[in-house]
């Protein structure tokens, strides 16, 4: 009974710093719909800062004064964000400013190890509460207690806040309807700037209050966007109340499933946030969303057609050219074509569902990992013939997306990209932890291509016919009726609907399409890369797909394609460099500012504008 | 002019030039994850640095200086593979060395099996790069997983404690630690049980449910593999709740100065560790090294990767030399049972598994001057705790 | 004669309200027929009811003696109904003529077609459609930059693709011009002359279902009052009082309670 009691009460001090950030990102969520994953980064910006405070300021006064006082600063530099980085791109489609938090990410991290340092520091211990209290025979860490004590008043404050102050009517308001607010005549933008600093400042309050615990390290901030991510989205984004229940929810499950399920922690996590979204799909205390906010704000696509004349000639050209590469350059060049081309395939395959069909997954490496893991699996344990195993990996990946897609696609908005990122996250979890089968971080090595694709110019032919078809075959398929009928169901579903087709239906099409094709990636990864790990299947790997087709634009057809390869090109020139994190970072905050409609949209625009390029007929 | 010849023309120009560079350094392709284990990297970075300066200014190796092209891959195994291709083939490198993260390492043999290029694993831990995924193209220098753990475990077996716990990261490395020292003390005192196993997920450890669940075992020791900031969640919270009293704990790793420094004077004291604990040389090649370490970075004390970026060029040099050439063929030929004089004694690359017989330092931490250090240390040659010759064999793939 | 549509009992709540209270009527072949009422008395919630957009509290709708109460409008278009809406839901990025092949795909059942171009497919048969309402010239403009007027004689021609008998227009004058409204209501009744569709529709402009609507069926809160020819209509108390002294109703009823 006294461990029961201990091991509730540590779940709940736990839950106290994933509340604080959590409530930070659910408030910057819910009022300007940013999905901001450098949420993380304020985090670990508040621990950094926190420890130097706590370094120069004196006593238990100058520890919580340091705690404050890094809250503050933290909220300070969201408020530099917001306005130098985001500001400029509320425009643009929605969720394209995740692209710029992402570079500001890169920034951060280059950042803080240029200030502190790269060695691991550990936090200062709470001055008067560095023992424990014994409950029931059970020790309790004293600042345990004091954290427990305080998340209540945290949370009761941001109620008052948000409940019986002007601001925070404006801010639920906000959150329920922007339009209304700015009918209200508030400047939204200094709403948006305000919610910024409080939701940034929580983030930092949360990084230095959970000093006495841990410590400040350089991958903090990637290790808890995770579990804030699955904490906003159980309590529902928006919800503060939600975190709360949340962070409790998770913490103390966290601790029970450390004491009787030890091996299985890291899936813990996404199976209960995979239940709760099926049952609940809006999260325990969150709204349903309003039509219209799926990724498809801002003004609308535009009519498509394939290709004219001209545009053949181009893409034939450039087809030849690369065609030609392994006569004048060297084995190099190859293989980081093979890489880009691997890669424009992946970010194509989801741009197919994210453009075309306003279905936003965050999970994406899923089956791009599925498909190159089913190859791998084959291989290994079966000896299977090279030829048939690559075959296996598209399909091992479709049917993986059919499985999956058969629950997301019940979902929409962000709720859905939610659920496809909890199947990943299992999936993830499933190759890191089922150490017999798949290795787990080990991965599985030496999975290398057959004899007559083994030199370097026989796979880059292969993988250039084999992925440039790919991407030929997803861009048909977006003129095709198959396409068309996608972008009704994303244009209007209703519309979709009252004329016969089965909205539903036509998305779990697309969704296992592209996980196929993505899965086709993932297979010529696997053989060119002769090994595969779980790394391929991690968050990071699903937003570098959604990423570059924001970048490259996501209202385009060939965004991704480019945005793939611009940021593959970056990326092998940046990373010769020593702060090539902070270079790219600051790149992409470039990119993203100067080029709101990504890279093809601008272009576009823009040659249009000087009269380079005619103004489309339809748009006339 | 047609166009082949045209393009054959550019193309003997692009390789005359290419060659021509070549001929002046030899270059050493060096992959690691500056950026995402800075913490690892820079003092490994440094120890290379130091050598290659040593080399050079002694006149470098076959009368030529010696190259490290520094490449950072985020970690990712995918982006390793890439720029071992480009460091090869694009930057004219005669042989690969690097990465810290074992999944790394393992991506970059299995390339180096597949196309012949040679790969010196010198941090990776997993010893899957000379066991079971090993190919006659890898060698690894660090001191095997496998041996560290037999070495804890060895100490182990001398105290009366049964019921063990263990706590170790939720990933491959971690696993295989466990496994080791299990069979390890099992093989010497088969009553041993162990009543807890933690798997925190790495680096994100919740350091007091998982002391409550060792408390709540009961156990008379305890095996830690956890590094990093996990291990300093754990210290922290295991000494607050008293986990650790009247409790004999075997750390693996534990004293590397990379984990005992930033514990500070919560450095935990009475574990059995294996580390590196360079503040207790006298004299000897142990000691040049540290003295010469720390005048080249006066701000600095040397960690474990220091030690092992040393190594790491120390033995390239000696293969090198030993070759006469910077021939892949006679480059392998040298490997094979290579001796190279190291700060730590002379080592050998054992020709049966390509693994190096470099040793590792045990002993009990403590505090002094409120720091953590090891007393009571001692080196220990590797090759005792090795798996057998016939083990090996069969581990091994056949070549 | 056999009714098109037959409608019995139906009913509609949101939680404790009742926006829809046993309506019951038919729309015989060829009639065009209007549900008019003032604003909020459930002329949408009883189209969205009859198009399976929403499905009823109790009650049931047949079409053509098949019942299709609770089925997914999918289905109902399916047997042959057509639908434009108060608000329209056009695709918008694409032409108009594309709108109205998306249309024409999907009864051809091609949706699932891979291999041909959708832009050309049923290219001929949408310009005939577009032609009927006049949008022929406008076939290759974007919809999102089409006047809101030819948004919704585009969604005509679309309703009109899966060969309808029964056409049900939610306000389809709402925001044209008065000279537009007259133009599409006239294009409606002769879509019925020729065609013999039936069509069931809401309107706000009294005019243009005076002039047009074979019958007029009156609902106010949920209920319908009144149901005949216009002179029946219009020389009805209770449609009066709705209409004329809608104010003076309402504070009767405030008075009331």
């Not at chain 1, 790990?533 to 570059?548: G, M």
């Not at chain 2, 003092?43 to 200086?65: H, M, S, T």
């Not at chain 2, 299990?182 to 162990?194: A, D, I, R, T, W």
């Not at chain 3, 022929?136 to 060969?163: H, P, S, V, W």
Request: hydrophobic letters at 50%; proline letters at 4%.
């Amino acid at each position: 009974m006294g461990l029961f009691v201990a091991q509730i009460l540590t779940g709940l001090a736990n839950a106290a710093a994933l509340f604080l950030v959590a409530s930070g990102l659910s408030l910057i969520f819910g009022v300007t719909r940013i999905v901001n994953f450098a949420h993380g980064s304020l985090y670990m910006l508040g621990a950094y800062f926190g420890i130097t405070l706590m370094n120069t300021l004196p006593g238990a006064f100058g520890f919580w004064s340091a705690i404050l006082l890094s809250g503050l600063i933290i909220g300070l530099i969201g408020v530099i964000i917001e306005i130098c980085v985001l500001r400029p791109v509320y425009r643009a489609p929605e969720l394209f400013q995740l692209v710029a938090t992402f570079g500001v990410i890169l920034v951060i991290q280059d950042l803080a190890l240029m200030i502190w340092g790269a060695e691991d520091r550990l936090g200062p211990r709470a001055p008067g509460l560095k023992s424990v209290v014994r409950i029931m025979g059970e020790p309790v860490p004293q600042y345990d207690l004091a954290l427990i004590a305080i998340t209540p008043f945290i949370l009761l404050g941001l109620w008052w806040l948000i409940t019986k102050t002007r601001i925070g009517i404006l801010v639920r308001a906000a959150t329920q309807d922007r339009e209304m607010v700015g009918a209200l005549g508030v400047n939204q933008s200094w709403l948006f700037t305000g919610v910024f600093f409080l939701g940034s400042a929580l983030a930092g309050l949360g990084g230095a209050i959970q000093l006495p615990k841990g410590g400040a390290d350089l991958l903090m901030d990637l290790n808890i966007i995770s579990s804030v991510f699955v904490v906003v989205v159980i309590g529902g984004m928006g919800s503060i109340p939600g975190a709360f229940v949340a962070s409790v929810l998770i913490s103390v499950l966290n601790v029970f499933g450390v004491a009787y399920l030890p091996q299985s922690t890291l899936v813990l996590m996404y199976v209960v946030m995979a239940v709760v979204l099926l049952l609940r799909p809006y999260g325990l205390f969150g709204r349903e969303e309003k039509a219209g906010e799926h990724g498809q704000a801002g003004e609308p696509d535009r009519p498509i057609r394939p290709a004219g004349l001209y545009g053949r000639i181009a893409v034939a050209a450039l087809l030849a050219v690369l065609a030609l590469i392994p006569v004048f350059s060297g084995s190099f060049t190859q293989v980081l074509l093979t890489d880009i081309i691997i890669f424009c395939l992946f970010a194509a395959s989801l741009q197919f569902m994210l453009s075309t069909g306003g279905l936003v997954s965050f999970g994406h490496a899923a089956y791009f990992g599925g498909g190159a893991y089913a190859a791998a699996l084959l291989v290994s344990y079966s000896d299977t013939p090279m030829e048939i195993a690559f075959m296996f990996a598209p399909l091992a990946a479709g049917l993986l997306a059919i499985l999956f897609g058969w629950f997301c696609i019940r979902l929409s908005g962000v709720y859905f990209a939610m659920l496809t990122l909890a199947f990943s996250q299992l999936i993830w979890s499933a190759a890191f932890q089922w150490y017999e089968v798949t290795g787990g971080d080990d991965g599985l090595v030496n999975i290398w291509p057959a004899k007559w694709l083994s030199g370097t110019n026989a796979y880059y032919y292969f993988t250039l016919i084999v992925g440039v078809g790919g991407i030929i075959l997803l861009r048909h398929l977006t003129h095709a009726p198959i396409g068309y009928a996608l972008r009704g169901t994303r244009d209007s579903a209703r519309q979709a609907e009252a004329t016969g087709i089965n909205v539903k239906l036509i998305q779990w099409t697309a969704f296992s399409i592209a996980g196929a094709l993505a899965g086709l990636a993932g297979g010529l990864f696997v053989f060119s890369k002769g090994s595969i790990f779980p790394n391929e299947l991690e968050i990071a790997k699903s937003f570098d797909a959604l990423i570059v087709v924001f970048l490259g634009g996501v209202k385009t057809l060939s965004g991704g394609v480019v945005g793939a390869g611009f940021m593959e090109v970056a990326k092998d020139w940046l990373t010769r460099l020593e702060y090539w994190r902070l270079i790219l970072g600051l790149v992409i905050i470039g990119v993203v500012i100067i080029a709101p409609d990504g890279i093809v949209g601008t272009l576009r625009k823009v040659s249009e504008r000087i009269g380079l390029r005619r103004t489309e007929e339809f748009m006339k | 002019m047609s166009l082949k010849t045209l393009i054959a023309a550019s193309a003997a120009l692009l390789a005359a030039t290419c060659s021509s560079f070549a001929a002046d350094s030899i270059k050493i392709g060096e992959i690691n994850h500056y950026k995402r284990l800075a913490a690892f990297a820079e003092p490994y970075k440094k120890g290379i640095e130091l050598a290659q300066k040593e080399i050079n200014d002694a006149g470098g190796v076959l009368d030529r200086p010696l190259e490290f092209i520094f490449r950072d891959d985020n970690g990712k195994p995918g982006d390793a593979v890439k720029i071992a291709e480009e460091l090869m083939t694009r930057e004219g490198a005669v042989m690969l060395t690097g990465s810290i993260l074992s999944n790394v390492g393992l991506a970059i043999a299995s390339l180096a099996g597949e196309k012949g290029y040679i790969y010196l694993a010198a941090e990776p831990l997993a010893d899957a790069l000379v066991w079971e995924s090993g190919n006659p193209y890898t060698f690894r220098l660090r001191t095997s997983t496998y041996v560290q753990a037999a070495l804890l475990a060895e100490e182990a077996a001398k105290t009366d404690a049964i019921r063990y716990a263990t706590i170790a990261p939720n990933y491959a490395y971690g696993t295989a630690a466990v496994a080791a020292f299990k069979e390890n003390l099992k093989k010497l005192k088969p009553e041993v049980e162990f009543v807890s196993e933690q798997w925190p997920a790495l680096f994100k450890i919740d350091a007091g449910s998982e002391v409550q669940a060792i408390e709540a075992a009961k156990p008379d020791a305890i095996y830690n593999v956890t590094f990093g900031p996990d291990l300093q969640k754990f210290v922290r919270e295991g000494s607050l709740r008293g986990l650790f009293d009247d409790r004999k704990v075997y750390g693996l790793l534990t004293g590397e100065p990379e984990y005992l420094d930033p514990l500070g004077d919560e450095a935990p004291e009475g574990w059995f560790v294996t580390g590196y604990p360079w503040y207790g040389f006298t004299e000897g090649p142990a000691k040049d090294f540290v003295d010469a370490y720390m005048a080249a970075y006066p701000d600095e004390t040397p960690k474990i990767g220091s030690l092992v970026g040393y190594m790491t060029v120390k033995s390239i040099a000696a293969a090198l030399k030993k070759a006469g050439s910077t021939e892949t063929p006679a480059l392998l030929a040298a490997f094979e049972d290579l001796k190279v004089d190291t700060p730590m004694g002379e080592i050998v690359y054992r020709g049966i598994d390509n693994q190096s017989t470099m040793g590792a330092y045990v002993g009990t931490t403590a505090l002094k001057d409120g720091k953590g250090v090891m007393v009571d240390w001692s080196y220990k040659d590797p090759v005792p705790y090795m798996p057998s010759d016939e083990e090996i064999k069969a581990k091994r793939p056949a070549e | 004669m056999n009714a098109v549509l037959k409608v019995s009992g139906l009913n509609r709540f949101f939680g404790g309200i009742q926006a829809v209270k046993d309506v019951t009527f038919e729309v015989a072949p060829g009639e065009l027929k209007a549900l008019i009422g003032p604003n909020g008395a459930g002329k949408s919630t009883c189209f969205n009811m009859l198009m399976g957009q929403l499905p009823p509290s109790s009650g049931k709708v047949f079409l053509n003696g098949e019942e299709i109460t609770g089925k997914p409008p999918r289905d109902i278009w399916r047997r042959g109904v057509g639908r434009t809406f108060q608000i329209t839901g056009t695709y918008q990025s694409m032409t108009v003529a594309e709108n109205v092949q998306m249309a024409l795909m999907s009864h051809h059942r091609r949706i699932f077609a891979i291999r041909p171009y959708a832009y050309k497919l049923y290219r001929e048969e949408a310009m005939a459609l577009l032609e009927i309402v006049g949008m022929a010239d406008q076939a290759d403009r974007a919809c999102a930059i089409l006047a809101y007027g030819d948004l919704k004689r585009l969604e005509l021609a679309i309703a009109l693709a899966n060969e309808p008998t029964l056409l049900l227009m939610d306000e389809p004058t709402a925001g044209m011009a008065p000279k537009e409204r007259i133009r599409l209501m006239q294009l409606t009744a002769d879509i019925v002359r020729e065609r013999g569709v039936s069509v069931l529709f809401t309107e706000h402009d009294m005019d243009v279902v005076f002039a047009h609507a074979h019958h007029i069926m009156v609902l106010n809160r949920g209920e319908l009052i009144a149901e005949g020819t216009a002179t029946e209509v219009r020389n009805n108390k209770k449609v009066q009082e709705v209409y004329l002294g809608g104010g003076m109703l309402f504070n009767k009823e405030d008075t009331h309670a």
